[in-house]
Every structure is written in structure tokens, then in C-alpha cells.
């Protein structure tokens, strides 16, 4: 083989290996492009799906599936507040679903015109102008200090554990709480709309008793008053509601 023939066949070899290899990124990029209407979000009570899905899709090949899920693949999220981690998962070429996984947040408590977030241990998650759906306000707990990062300022440490304890009976039970009030002698108030609930400081049946509130509260809507729930009636459930005179 003459020198001439060995140039020209080297040549068609790279040209074949170029054009296999744009071939290749051209069905990746092609193949795998998302159809805008299969994007399904899941887990995320802060953000809308729109904020979720401007979030994961931003950036080159933000709309290629195979590289969303490369991407968030056991990935910790650092830089988008309320959110822990997010995954990305491949059901078809064309379509994606986006998992949120946000910090386990126990209530806010509201400083001047802010919403102050906190963890079970007490520590500051977030603070930000917008209320999230689904965290109570917690109120009768006295603060000293509030920064981002840190503990809030209190004394009242368990009051942020049993807040988280709280909530997490509110979702295992299908319940909204719209405030959770800690009073002086450590007895709990939870607010429904116009409907407060006293639970008095029996933390031992503190479940027997929220167990019970969705058939009170439906009997309950519309109604003002207090459920006074403060001594567990473990043979009858039967509690006294006291309603608001206007």
C-alpha cells in the first residue's frame, strides 16, 4: 500500500470516527430531548412546579433528560433555600420526574414582616417574605436571638421537638394547623381556622387525642370556639367543645 493510499484510508477513518461521534450527539441530544408537557414534579410544597422545573432545566442541555439525571444524581442541594436534595428520574426518553426532598422544617415564628423557619432542633432554616403552606406559626415561645444558621435564641429547647412532633401527626392524619401555642405551664393550643384546640400537656396521649380530630373538626366547620381536650378520655372520646359567644 503506497504512502498516498495510507493518507487517504486515515483520513476516511477519522471522518468515520467524527461523523460516528456527531451522529452519536445528535441522537443524545435528539432522543433524549424532554417534551415540555412530561415533566412531573412531586414533593415540593414552597416552590411551584414551575419554580421546581426552571430550577432543574436551567443551564446547557437543561432540556435533555439523560443529563438531568446524571446531574442530580444523589445530589445535596446547597444554594436553593428549603430544599434538601433533588432527583431526577427517567420514566421515558422524553419525560422526567422531578423528586423534591425540602428540610424538615418544625414551624415559623413571625419577626417583623419576615417568616422565620426552624428545624426540630431549633435551628433557623430560612427566613423569607412568603408563607409556606402546611408549617404552623408557633407562638408563646420567647426568643433572644434569630440568625440564619444558627439556634433560635431560647431556653425552651424541647418546645421545637415536640413542635416537629406535632406536625408530623398533622400529616399522618390528613390536618392542617394553622398556629401551635405553647403556654407557660407547657400546655399546647392548636388552632384550626376559628376552632382551638387544647391539648393540654399530656404528651403520652397527645396521638390518641389528634387521632380523633378529623371527625371533630368536620362536625366542628363553620363553628368558633374551644375543643377542650386537656384530660384523655380513653373509654368514650367524648370531649366538651365550648362555643364563642358573639
Not at 411551584?48 to 426552571?54: F, L, P
Not at 426540630?120 to 440568625?147: A, C, H, L, M, N
Not at 439556634?151 to 390536618?175: A, C, H, N, P, V
Amino acid at each position: 500500500m503506497s504512502r498516498r493510499t495510507r493518507i487517504i484510508l486515515n483520513i476516511v477513518i477519522i471522518l468515520a470516527i467524527i461523523a460516528a461521534l456527531l451522529g452519536g450527539v445528535y441522537y443524545l441530544l435528539t432522543a433524549y430531548r424532554i417534551d415540555p408537557d412530561k415533566v412531573f414534579v412531586e414533593g415540593n410544597k414552597h416552590y411551584t412546579e414551575q419554580e421546581i422545573t426552571e430550577m432543574v432545566m436551567d443551564g446547557p442541555l437543561g432540556d435533555n433528560s439523560l443529563v438531568l439525571s446524571l446531574k442530580y444524581k444523589n445530589r445535596k442541594i446547597t444554594d436553593v433555600p428549603f430544599v434538601d436534595s433533588i432527583s431526577v428520574s427517567v420514566p421515558s426518553r422524553d419525560s422526567i420526574k422531578i423528586t423534591v426532598f425540602e428540610k424538615a422544617l418544625a414551624g415559623y415564628v413571625k419577626y417583623l414582616d419576615r417568616y422565620i423557619y426552624f428545624d426540630k432542633d431549633g435551628y433557623v432554616v430560612e427566613s423569607s417574605s412568603v408563607q409556606t403552606y402546611g408549617i404552623p406559626q408557633v407562638t408563646g415561645i420567647v426568643f433572644s436571638s434569630i440568625e440564619i444558621g444558627k439556634k433560635l435564641g431560647s431556653g425552651e429547647r424541647d418546645y421545637f421537638s415536640r413542635t416537629l412532633d406535632i406536625t408530623k401527626l398533622m400529616d399522618k392524619y390528613d390536618l392542617n394547623v394553622d398556629k401551635i401555642h405553647f403556654h407557660d405551664e407547657g400546655e399546647i393550643t392548636l388552632y384550626f381556622g376559628n376552632v382551638r384546640v387544647s391539648l393540654g400537656n399530656d404528651n403520652m396521649h397527645i396521638e390518641d387525642k389528634i387521632m380523633n380530630l378529623p371527625v371533630f373538626l368536620e362536625r366542628l366547620d363553620g363553628m368558633s370556639g374551644v375543643l377542650d381536650m386537656r384530660e384523655y378520655d380513653e373509654t368514650n372520646g367524648i370531649y366538651i367543645f365550648k362555643a364563642d359567644i358573639d
